[in-house]
């Protein structure tokens, strides 16, 4: 089945914006902190709010303690005020479009201008817009509300900023055919209309659409309701267990939505189980591919087999004849770690990727055994290999399992870096220097050229390569470990300062690999590697522009980078090397 994501599924910036001030400052900051009133219409993202510790106030107390946050609906100006009364550090993360429309209706009421709101009574943002009007607010909900006001001799019109863009238009053509003085203000969010639009132009071209929201958001309301009128099967969904595969089965195409306020990981959570659940069921060896691909993912099987990989590649770079061994002590480090990395991110991973966290959850101590005994036999490899290597792979093997333990005790300090894993970008900068010492280093130390002119750059092609797999992942990953406190490239950067980074590391990769080989620093295997982070660069590509979304066959691909790196060497040095 054809599934497609709509580009403006989930997060708008103003709730994006909200939620990532809430964490942050439960992150960074002292004492308790609390939203006043849900901070977004998302029964995920609440829960996962009361389990760090962050309740919503429905009321305001006479004494209140540490920091409030204010949602990116806004409230009433009394309300903001009675919060700093009672004593609460506020943070207004009020969305700056919200604000927007709070200004023009204070403003117009300064000069006894009466505001008609077109927006849902009970809502928070309309509840907080009404305030700003001093008394001069009419919240209307239908058109025979709007007909029944009083004519007012100065008013203004405005819209809650997820209103249906098909009523405002209505009561505005209204308002100009009755009461032409009235002023109207197009206050729709840009983002609602781009979504309602989306949505309406998808369900052109699929058999049916999938609403991801809470039942409870009138935007997400709104999407499914302009799904249904298309005439297409509609389901609105919270979780990916609302789903109903038998009235899935048949469909050839699907598309899926979200509202304002679902999460990311809500989204990838729904379209991986419509992905697992509609695969149709092509074979290897009797064996579903789908669920191959499945295992070789999670046990870390193909990650480590693209180590082994890489680290062949790298050897041929280099013209280093002695690669077998090194490749399996590669290959050996990097399962080992990368499981031990699994097991202690399990509280991220039940974010970004649920049934890996179960795997993991499930099968902890078989693969902590497992783990155990890859990284001892790769160390009995690398002393093999002479004392020195040993040496190296220890270190990087104890620093790899220390990641998550707290170095200084708390005893003496009590700040908020006291382990590795606390260092911003820490994770990141931590795999690529292993990788690259393992994929890279440890080919030259342990053959008879030792330390040459094409170690430097044959380490910088491995760190690069794998830097930017490990962030390309990050970026997939950022709300979850967002949540967790995990601070990551994107993160630090943002998202589009990261793609930018990482494409302009991947063409400097391309270029430096057949120029280093036309110098003669590398053997002729880099006039046909480029190809590698060229790839690379397509699916990061392809990634942004929703070619592929993110799930097991784009973790596949990614992962498939890397086996590709020895493919290439494996072909180059059979026919052309
Ligand atoms: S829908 Fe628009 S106005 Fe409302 S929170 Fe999102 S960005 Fe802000």
Redesign the pocket.
């Known amino acids: 089945m054809k599934i497609v994501i709509a580009r403006t599924a989930g ?5 994006r ?2 939620v990532d001030t809430v964490l942050d400052a439960s992150n960074d900051q002292k004492g308790p902190i609390c939203t006043y009133g849900p901070l977004i219409h998302n029964p995920q993202v609440l829960d996962l709010l009361k389990e760090k510790g962050i309740p919503a106030i429905a009321t305001i107390p006479e004494k209140g303690k540490g920091t409030v946050v204010i949602r ?2 806004g409230v009433p100006p009394e309300a903001k005020e009675a919060l700093k009364e009672a004593n609460f550090a506020v943070i207004d993360s009020t ?4 604000i927007k ?1 709070q200004r023009i209706i204070h403003r117009y009421a300064k000069k006894g201008h009466h505001a008609i709101i077109i927006g849902d009574r009970d809502h928070p ?1 309309v509840i907080g817009l009404n305030g700003y009007a001093y008394g001069l607010g009419h919240v209307v909900e239908t058109l025979s509300e709007a007909k029944a006001l009083p004519d007012f001799e100065n008013a203004i019109l405005v819209a809650q ?2 209103q249906s863009v098909k009523f405002f238009t209505e009561v505005k053509t209204w308002v100009a055919e009755t009461h032409p003085h009235y002023l109207t203000f197009d206050t729709i ?4 209309e781009k ?1 309602q639009a989306d949505i309406l132009a998808i369900a052109q071209t699929v058999d049916a659409v999938v609403v991801v929201g809470g039942k409870s958001s009138g ?1 997400t309301q709104r999407l499914a309701e302009l799904a249904r009128e298309s005439g297409k099967l509609t389901f609105h969904i919270e979780d990916s267990d609302e789903l109903d595969f038998d009235q899935l089965k048949g469909l050839k195409s699907l598309a899926i939505t979200a509202g ?1 306020s679902t999460p990311n990981w809500i989204i990838n959570k729904v379209y991986r189980a419509i992905e697992s659940g509609t695969a149709s069921e092509k074979r290897l060896f009797g064996i579903p591919v789908s669920a191959l691909k499945m295992a070789l993912l999670r046990s870390n099987a193909y990650l480590a087999l693209g180590a082994a990989f890489l680290s062949y590649a790298c050897s041929m770079l280099q013209g280093i004849d002695n690669w077998l061994v090194p490749a399996a002590v590669a290959m050996l480090y990097v399962l080992s770690m990368h499981i031990f990395n699994h097991l202690t991110a399990i509280s991220a991973d039940r974010y970004n990727d649920p049934e890996r966290a179960d795997f993991y959850d499930r099968n902890k101590w078989a693969l902590a055994a497992f783990a155990f005994t890859g990284g001892g036999v790769g160390l009995l490899l690398a002393y093999s290999l002479g004392l020195f290597p040993f040496l190296v792979l220890l270190i990087m093997s104890l620093a790899g399992l220390s990641y998550n333990a707290p170095i200084i005790p708390r005893y003496f300090f009590q700040g908020k870096y006291r382990c590795l894993r606390d260092i911003p970008g820490s994770k990141t900068i931590l795999i690529t220097a292993a990788w690259a010492t393992v994929t890279a280093l440890l080919p030259a130390l342990t053959s008879s050229q030792g330390f040459a002119l094409s170690t430097l750059p044959a380490l910088a092609l491995a760190a690069g390569m794998v830097f930017s797999r490990t962030v390309f992942f990050d970026i997939l990953d950022m709300q979850g470990d967002r949540i967790v406190g995990q601070e990551t490239f994107p993160i630090i950067l943002g998202d589009d300062k990261t793609v930018r980074l990482l494409k302009n590391l991947l063409i400097t990769l391309a270029v430096m690999l057949p120029l280093f080989s036309a110098f003669g620093i590398f053997t002729g295997l880099g006039f046909v590697l480029w190809v590698n982070p060229v790839m690379m660069f397509i699916l990061l590509i392809a990634y942004q522009k929703r070619f592929v979304l993110a799930g097991v066959q784009l973790e596949f691909l990614v992962e498939s980078h890397l086996v590709c790196s020895g493919i290439i060497a494996l072909f180059w040095s059979l026919f052309l090397g």
Do not use: Q
């Not at 997060?11 to 709730?15: E, I, Q």
């Not at 969305?95 to 919200?98: E, F, G, L, M, Y």
């Not at 969010?189 to 609602?192: A, G, L, Y």
């Open positions: 997060f708008c910036m103003g709730v914006r909200a990116a609906h969305c700056p479009r919200v429309v943002e900023t997820t969010c840009d983002s609602t979504r935007n304002a």
